[in-house]
Structure formats: structure tokens, C-alpha cells
């Protein structure tokens, strides 16, 4: 007799809610940590013409190589170190997680943090221990530290800064972190255009150290790539777990077009620097908001009854994210991703109605 999926289908899916991607039409978005800007109307109309051209009848080249060339310049990659791209990051930390999936292994983060760590560690199998992050959302070193001698993880996933908190960790944490990790420790610089600090130059120093970055968040959000940095040894075996033609045609030309214009990209990362401030600036003179320190582009915020203010923003026309209920230390928290001034002023004004 026929099973029912509920027979079938895992017990850790089946108790999964799908992530759920809100309906933003007609929304001034800010939501998703995109940049609202668009590109120049002729790099817009070169990329066009690369589209018409490309060999779409073809399988995409599937090393990737011209466009490795290209990142590798862009993002300065150590000479010693290798590339693996993804289907945006996402796919990476899925590659990642897929390859040390032992029966017991233990794949580590901090709380709160960026959810598809956790996700994908349950779409794999793999336990996901989240060691707490303290109050103010720095690092605990020593627990951290502790948790490390006791569940010997095989991976460990730190975003610098950090999504949702928006936070920096002290470097020298990290770097006790390297030494005592007795497998790959991975530093996700998804917001690295809008920190401007990395790990890359230590790549050398610590032979467990990858270097996660995307495009996704400096303004190519729609071609999905992300990019793994990091020592041969490992990236030749997470490699093996890439799907061939992972990347396609079109996202391979496009990006090594847009990247020819880096200058660009970073020319609206700055604005959205300054903007971050003028923002942070805005939401300290709201009664009652208190909104904590970021290096990315989105500030997290928290306000009394943040669901009702959340709705009434939402009743006003502005997408942001609300993280209430997500986690205990995340309560009474929204975060809004910077945007244009324009977008920015709809928001302050919002908030300034809402409260
Ligand atoms: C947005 C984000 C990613 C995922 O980016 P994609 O490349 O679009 O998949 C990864 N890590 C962190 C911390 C993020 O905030």
C-alpha cells in the first residue's frame, strides 16, 4: 500500500516551516538587505548585449574560469588560495555542510545569527549546536571555546558582521577561535562592501580559515554568486560536491562584466555607508527605539511591542523585517535595511507614526 508523505518524507522536514518570502508589491522594500540601486544605463545596455550573445544552447563552462580570473583580482584573493563559486552563498554553506556530514558531526555557529546555517545543517542531517551570543551580541569567547573542546565541530560559521545583529566580533576572538577549531572555520563576509575588514590577508596564517563573500549584498542580489576562499587542500574536496554547471551562462558573463566596474558597485556601497549613519543617527532620536551598532547595510532595532509597530509600518507602505519571536534575544526587534535617502526618510516617518 502507498504510504502518505508524512511516512516517508523526514521527520526534521516535516517539522520545518518553509522560510517564508513576504509578498512586497507596490512596498518600499526594505527587508533584504538589497541595494536599491540600479546600474549605469549603459553598463545596464552592455550587459544586454552579452545576453543576446551568449551560447545559452551550451552547458556553462563549469570551472568557471574567466570570472574566477576576474573575482580573484576584484576581491583580492591570496596567490596560495583557491576558489569555489555557488549558486549564490547559500549554496556554499549547503556544499560545505554536505561534505563533512558524518553520522555525529557537529556543525557549529553563534545565536543569533544568519538562519540557513541552522537550516541547512537539518537539510544535511548534521546536528547545528548555537552557542549564545552575550547581551550586547559580541562573541562569548569562552563559551565559545568551551563548546569547541567539548563537541569538536567540524565546521563552525561566523558572519563578519553578523546578520541579524549587524555587529563586528573583536578579531582576536576569531582568531582564538582559528587556533582552537579542530576543523574548518568559515568567516561569512557577506557585508564585507559595507565593513571594509576581512579575513583574506590571514588566509595564510590559518590553514582552517575560509573566506565566504557574496555579491549578493553590493547590488547583484538577482544573479546569485557566492564565492569560497580559501586553501587547496579543502577546496579541492568541496569541490566534489559542487554540481556541475552550478553557475550559468548567464551570471558567469554578467558578473565578470559588472565586476569590470567595480568602481560602481563601491561608488553606491559608500553612499549606503553614509546613508547607514544618517540612519543610525535618525533612529537614536525615535522615543524609545534603541538601535545597536552596524558595520552592514541594515541597522537591528529594538522597540516596545515591535509586531504592532511592524504591521502599522507595513499598513504604511514599508516592508522592513521583524524578528520578534524569532529568538529570546531577538525580542521586541526589527531590522531595516538601508536604502535610498528617499526610502530611508519613508521609513524614519513611519516609525515616527507608528510609535
Ligand atoms: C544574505 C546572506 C548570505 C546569503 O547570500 P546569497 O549569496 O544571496 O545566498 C550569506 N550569509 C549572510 C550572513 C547573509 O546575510
Known amino acids: 500500500m502507498a504510504k502518505k508523505p508524512e511516512d516517508i518524507i523526514r521527520d526534521e522536514i516535516l517539522a520545518l516551516k518553509a522560510y517564508h518570502v513576504p509578498d512586497a508589491s507596490g512596498m518600499t522594500k526594505l527587508d533584504a ?4 540601486y540600479r546600474l549605469p544605463e549603459a553598463v545596464r545596455g552592455a550587459l544586454g548585449a552579452l545576453a543576446g550573445n ?3 544552447n551550451r552547458y556553462p563552462d563549469p570551472g568557471a574560469q574567466r570570472l574566477k580570473a576576474r573575482l580573484r583580482e576584484t576581491l583580492q584573493v591570496p596567490s596560495g588560495a583557491d576558489l569555489v563559486l555557488g549558486n549564490g552563498s547559500d549554496e556554499i554553506i549547503q556544499m560545505l555542510t554536505m561534505a563533512v556530514a558524518r553520522p555525529g558531526a557537529v556543525v557549529m555557529g553563534v545565536e543569533p545569527a544568519f538562519v540557513m546555517f541552522r537550516m541547512i545543517a537539518t537539510f544535511c542531517g548534521v546536528r547545528f549546536s548555537g552557542v549564545p551570543l552575550k547581551p550586547d551580541f559580541s562573541l562569548d569567547v569562552d563559551a565559545m571555546l568551551a563548546a569547541i ?3 569538536q565541530p567540524a565546521l563552525i560559521f561566523l558572519a563578519y558582521p553578523n546578520n541579524p545583529t ?3 566580533f573583536d578579531d582576536a576572538a576569531i582568531e582564538r577561535i582559528l587556533a582552537a577549531a579542530p576543523g574548518i572555520v568559515v568567516v561569512d563576509e557577506a557585508y564585507h562592501a559595507f565593513a571594509q575588514r576581512t579575513f583574506m590577508d590571514r588566509l595564510a ?6 573566506v565566504m563573500r557574496t555579491l549578493s549584498k553590493s547590488g547583484l542580489a538577482g544573479l546569485r554568486l557566492g564565492i569560497l576562499a580559501g586553501a587547496p587542500a579543502w577546496l579541492a574536496h568541496i569541490d566534489k560536491v559542487r ?3 552550478n553557475v550559468n551562462v548567464l551570471t558567469q558573463l554578467a558578473a565578470e562584466k559588472v565586476l569590470q566596474h567595480d568602481a560602481l558597485l563601491e561608488e553606491q556601497a559608500a553612499v549606503l555607508r553614509a546613508g547607514r549613519e544618517r ?3 535618525e533612529l537614536k532620536s525615535v522615543a524609545g527605539v534603541t538601535a545597536y551598532p552596524s558595520a552592514a547595510n541594515f541597522i537591528l532595532f529594538r522597540i516596545a511591542r515591535a509586531a504592532a509597530v511592524f504591521d502599522r509600518l507595513k499598513q504604511r507602505g514599508v516592508l522592513i523585517k521583524n524578528l520578534d519571536g524569532s529568538h529570546p534575544a531577538l525580542a521586541d526587534c526589527l531590522r531595516v535595511t538601508v536604502g535610498t535617502p528617499d526610502e530611508n526618510a519613508q521609513f524614519i516617518a ?3 507614526a507608528a510609535v
Request: neutral net charge; without cysteine; glycine residues 4%.
Open 54 to 56: 551568449a551560447e545559452i
Open 205 to 210: 596564517r590559518f590553514p582552517n580559515l575560509l
Open 350 to 352: 513611519a516609525l515616527r
Open 149 to 151: 573542546r567539548a563537541e
Open 243 to 245: 554540481l556541475p554547471y
Open 279 to 281: 540612519m543610525q543617527a
Open 33 to 36: 538587505m538589497e541595494n536599491p
Open 166 to 168: 549587524g555587529n563586528l
